[in-house]
C-alpha cells in the first residue's frame, strides 16, 4: 500500500486556477465521494481550503492512480487537464507525510503559523471519515499530522504574535484590559482599517461600539456592519469621555484630538486604549504621555508586527525538526503494517491449535468445576500471548519493508501459514490492509 | 526540620523559572505540584512544632517566619488556583524561599514565653502574618504590572509582555490582596493592643510587658505600614488612585513589611523579640 498525495497549493499555481480547483466552494463531502468511487484508490481524502487543494490517497498503483486522479480533476471542474497539469504538485509515500505534517503545522501557510489550517486538515478528514472513505493509512497519516500541529503549537513559538496590523492591536487591547466583553470602542473617521478592527473587537465580545465621522451616512454603514451605532460628530467628545478603545483613522490634516482633549477626559479609573491609524496622526503624539493612556499609531503596530513575523521565522527551524520526528515515526508505524497480516495469520493459528488441544482434553478436564476449567482456558491463553509477543515486536521493529517482507516470509514458511483460499498469506498482505482490521496485534 | 520544605520549595521555585522562561506548561504544572507538596509537608512541620511545644509554632523569629512562608504559599497557591495564572510563582517563590532560610538558620527558641501564653497571642500572630503574606502577594502583583505597563506604554513588548497577565488582572488582584491584608493587618493590630494592655495590668514588674508603647520600632513601623495600606485603600476608592499609582505603593509597602519582619527584629526592637 502507497500513499500518494497531488493537488496544487499556492506555491505552485496562481490564484485564478486555484480557484477553478477549488472543492471547499461546492460540497467536499461529494467531491470525496465521487473520487472514492471513480478511482481505485483504496483511500482517499480532499483537503480544499482557499490556499490549496489536494488529494490524499492510498493505493496500490501509483502510476495508474495518479491518471485517475489527473482525470478525476479535468472532469469533476470541467477543465482541459494540459490547463493545471504544469500547476500540479505530487509526492509519495514519506513525502506525503512530511507535506501533511507541515501543512498541519502551518509551515506550508502564506501567513507562517497561522492556526485555521490545522482546523481546515481535522474538517478535511472528518469529511472522508464520515463518509468512509478514510481506512487505516489514511487514519494514522491524519491523526499523526493533528498531533505535529499540536507539538507545533504547544512547543514552539510559530504561531504566536498577531501578524496583521488590527489583530496586533486587538491582542494589545487584551493586555490592557483583560477580557474585552463589556468594553466600549469609538471608532472615529469610517475608512476600511477602523471597520476591521471593529469588527475583529466585535468578535472579542465588547460592549457598546460607537462611530463618528464627517459623512454620517458612511458612519452609519459601518455601525450597521459591525453592530454598532453612528454618533454626529459633535458628539465626538463626549464619545471619548465614555470609550474604552479608540481606533481613528479619519482624513483629517491636523489632529482632531488634542493632547488637551485627552487630558480633560482622563479624571476616571480606567486606561484609554488610543489606536490611532491615521496618517497623518489624528491625536497629538503628547497625548500619549498622559498617565494611563495607551497611544498606539499606525507605525508602532506595523513595528509590532514584523516584530512578531521575525519571532515566527526564527521558530521555523524547531518546527521542522517536530515535523520530521513525527515523518519518523509515522513510517516506522508504515513499516509494522507490512508485517500484521502475517502476525494476524500466527497467532489465528496458535490460537487454533491451543482451542484443539483443550477440546482433545476436554473428557480428561470434564472433572474440574467451572471456575478451575476457566482458569485452565485463561493460563493457556496466556501462554500464547506470551510466546508471540516478543517475535511480534521483533518483527515489527525491522528497519526497512525489504528486510520485512524476507522476515514475514521465513515465519510464513516455518510455521507452514496459509490463507484461507489456500494461497500463502504474503501474496494478500499489501491487500489486507485495504480492509479495516478488526484484530490490530500489539 | 524546616529544611525539609526548603529543599521542596527550593524545586518549585526552580521550577517555577523555568515555566517563567520557556513558558513549557508541563515544567509549570510539575511546579504547582511540588509546591502544593511542599505546603502539605510544611503543614506537617509546624503541626509537628506546634505539638511539642503549645504556642511554640510563632512564638521565635524563626517559627514566626516558618509560618510566614507557610501562609504565603497558601496564599499563592489559592490565587493561582482560582485565576489559573501561574506567571506570578517565579516572584513569590523567591520570598517562601528567604523566609525559609531564616527560619532554618535562625535560632528557633524552645524556651515558651509565660508572655505569650494568651489566646489573644495566637490571633494577634496569626493574623498579622497573614496580612503580610497578601502583602507580599500585592506587592509582587504591584511590581509585575510597573514592569508590563513600562513595556506597553514604551511600545517595546517583549519579555514581561508575552509572560505576564493582563493589567487590568494585575491590578484587580492588587487590589483584592491589599484589602484582605488590611483587614488582616488591623485585626492583628486591635488585637495587639487589647492584649499589650491586658498584659501590662496583669503583670505590672516584667520590664518586657511595660515596654510595649508606640515608640518601639517595630510597633511603628506596622503602624506605618497600616498607615500605608489604608492609605492605599482610599486612594483607590476616592482618588482614582488605581493602576500604576496602587501597584507602587503596594510594592512600597511591602518593602515596609520586610523591613519590619527582617532588620527590624533582629536589631533594634526592645519589647517586641521573642
Redesign the interface.
Given at each position: 500500500m502507497h500513499l500518494f498525495l497531488l493537488g496544487v497549493s499556492h506555491r505552485t499555481a496562481p490564484v485564478e486556477l486555484r480557484e477553478r480547483l477549488d472543492f471547499s466552494s461546492r460540497d467536499v463531502g461529494a467531491a470525496v465521494e465521487a473520487l472514492c468511487a471513480r478511482t481505485g484508490a483504496a483511500e482517499t481524502v480532499v483537503l480544499s481550503t482557499c490556499n490549496r487543494s489536494e488529494m490524499y490517497v492510498a493505493s496500490e498503483d501509483v502510476a495508474q492512480t495518479k491518471q485517475e486522479l489527473v482525470r478525476f480533476l479535468a472532469e469533476y471542474h470541467q477543465l482541459p487537464a494540459d490547463q493545471f497539469v504544469p500547476h500540479l504538485f505530487a509526492r509519495e509515500d514519506d513525502q506525503v507525510a512530511h507535506h501533511l505534517f507541515r501543512v498541519a503545522a502551518g509551515l506550508d501557510s502564506l501567513v507562517v503559523g497561522e492556526p485555521q489550517v490545522l482546523g481546515q486538515v481535522k474538517d478535511a478528514f472528518g469529511v472522508a471519515s464520515e463518509r468512509r472513505c478514510a481506512g487505516p493509512f489514511l487514519n494514522k497519516l491524519f491523526t499523526s499530522s493533528f498531533a505535529v500541529g499540536k507539538r507545533v503549537r504547544?512547543e514552539t513559538a510559530l504561531g504566536?504574535g498577531a501578524v496583521s496590523v488590527s489583530f496586533a492591536a486587538v491582542q494589545?487591547a487584551?493586555?490592557?484590559?483583560?477580557k474585552l466583553a463589556g468594553r466600549r470602542v469609538l471608532v472615529i473617521g469610517a475608512g476600511e482599517m477602523g471597520k476591521l478592527t471593529a469588527q475583529h473587537l466585535r468578535t472579542q465580545g465588547v460592549g457598546d461600539i460607537v462611530i463618528t465621522g464627517r459623512t454620517q451616512a458612511r458612519a452609519v454603514e459601518i455601525a450597521v456592519a459591525v453592530d454598532g451605532r453612528a454618533v454626529p460628530w459633535s458628539e465626538l467628545l463626549p464619545a471619548l469621555g465614555n470609550a474604552d478603545i479608540v481606533i481613528t483613522a479619519t482624513g483629517s490634516q491636523l489632529p482632531i484630538i488634542t493632547k488637551a482633549n485627552v487630558a480633560a477626559v482622563m479624571?476616571?479609573?480606567e486606561?484609554l486604549f488610543i489606536i490611532d491609524i491615521a496618517i497623518p496622526r489624528d491625536v497629538e503624539p503628547g497625548a500619549?504621555d498622559i498617565?494611563?493612556v495607551?497611544l498606539?499609531n499606525v507605525d508602532?503596530l506595523q513595528?509590532?508586527v514584523q516584530?512578531n513575523l521575525s519571532r515566527r521565522s526564527a521558530e521555523i527551524q524547531r518546527a521542522e525538526e517536530i515535523v520530521a520526528e513525527e515523518v519518523g515515526r509515522f513510517m516506522a508505524w508504515r513499516r509494522s503494517r507490512t508485517v500484521v497480516p502475517t502476525v494476524v495469520a500466527l497467532r489465528q493459528q496458535f490460537d487454533t491449535i491451543r482451542r484443539a488441544e483443550l477440546q482433545r482434553l476436554d473428557s480428561k478436564l470434564s472433572g474440574l468445576d467451572a471456575d478451575t476449567r476457566a482458569r485452565v482456558d485463561e493460563i493457556t491463553r496466556l501462554i500464547v500471548e506470551k510466546l508471540l509477543l516478543e517475535p511480534t515486536e521483533q518483527l515489527k521493529a525491522l528497519p526497512d519493508e525489504e528486510t520485512q517482507v524476507a522476515y514475514a516470509d521465513a515465519v510464513r514458511r516455518l510455521f507452514g501459514l496459509r490463507a484461507d483460499d489456500g494461497a500463502p498469506v504474503t501474496a494478500r498482505e499489501a491487500g489486507a490492509a485495504k480492509r479495516p482490521s478488526t484484530e490490530d496485534p500489539r | 526540620m524546616n529544611a525539609i520544605p526548603l529543599a521542596i520549595y527550593l524545586v518549585a521555585a526552580a521550577l517555577y523559572a523555568v515555566h517563567f522562561a520557556r513558558r513549557d506548561?508541563g515544567v509549570g504544572r510539575a511546579a504547582t505540584t511540588v509546591l502544593v507538596a511542599g505546603a502539605f509537608v510544611h503543614t506537617f512541620v509546624i503541626g509537628m512544632q506546634t505539638m511539642e511545644v503549645w504556642n511554640a509554632a510563632f512564638a521565635s523569629a524563626s517559627r514566626a517566619a516558618s509560618t510566614f512562608a507557610w501562609l504565603l504559599a497558601l496564599s499563592y497557591l489559592y490565587t493561582e488556583l482560582t485565576t489559573e495564572e501561574r506567571a506570578m510563582g517565579v516572584f513569590i517563590l523567591p520570598i517562601i524561599v528567604v523566609l525559609q532560610v531564616i527560619s532554618t538558620v535562625a535560632p528557633s527558641g524552645t524556651q515558651p514565653n509565660p508572655l505569650l501564653d494568651s489566646p489573644w497571642f495566637w490571633v494577634h500572630m496569626l493574623s498579622l502574618l497573614f496580612a503580610y503574606a497578601s502583602f507580599a502577594l500585592a506587592g509582587v502583583l504591584g511590581l509585575t504590572y510597573v514592569l508590563?505597563f513600562k513595556e506597553?506604554?514604551k511600545?517595546s513588548?517583549g519579555f514581561f509582555?508575552?509572560r505576564l497577565?493582563?493589567?487590568?488582572?494585575l491590578d484587580v488582584m492588587n487590589a483584592r490582596t491589599v484589602t484582605v491584608g488590611w483587614i488582616l493587618l488591623t485585626v492583628g493590630v486591635v488585637v495587639g493592643v487589647i492584649w499589650a494592655t491586658q498584659a501590662q495590668a496583669a503583670s505590672p514588674l516584667d520590664p518586657q510587658a511595660q515596654a510595649f508603647s508606640i515608640g518601639d520600632p517595630k510597633i511603628l513601623v506596622t503602624m506605618l505600614t497600616w498607615v500605608v495600606y489604608s492609605f492605599a485603600l482610599v486612594a483607590r476608592r476616592t482618588m482614582?488612585w488605581?493602576?500604576?499609582?496602587a501597584a507602587w505603593l503596594s510594592a512600597a509597602g511591602f518593602a515596609i513589611v520586610m523591613l519590619s519582619f527582617l532588620p527590624i527584629n533582629y536589631l533594634v526592637t526592645t519589647s517586641h523579640s521573642f
Open positions: 504547544t504566536e494589545l487584551r493586555k490592557i484590559f483583560g479624571d476616571r479609573r486606561p500619549g498617565e494611563q495607551f498606539y508602532d513595528t509590532i516584530e | 506548561a508590563q506597553i506604554k511600545k513588548l509582555y508575552t497577565p493582563s493589567l487590568q488582572v482614582g488605581s493602576g500604576r499609582k
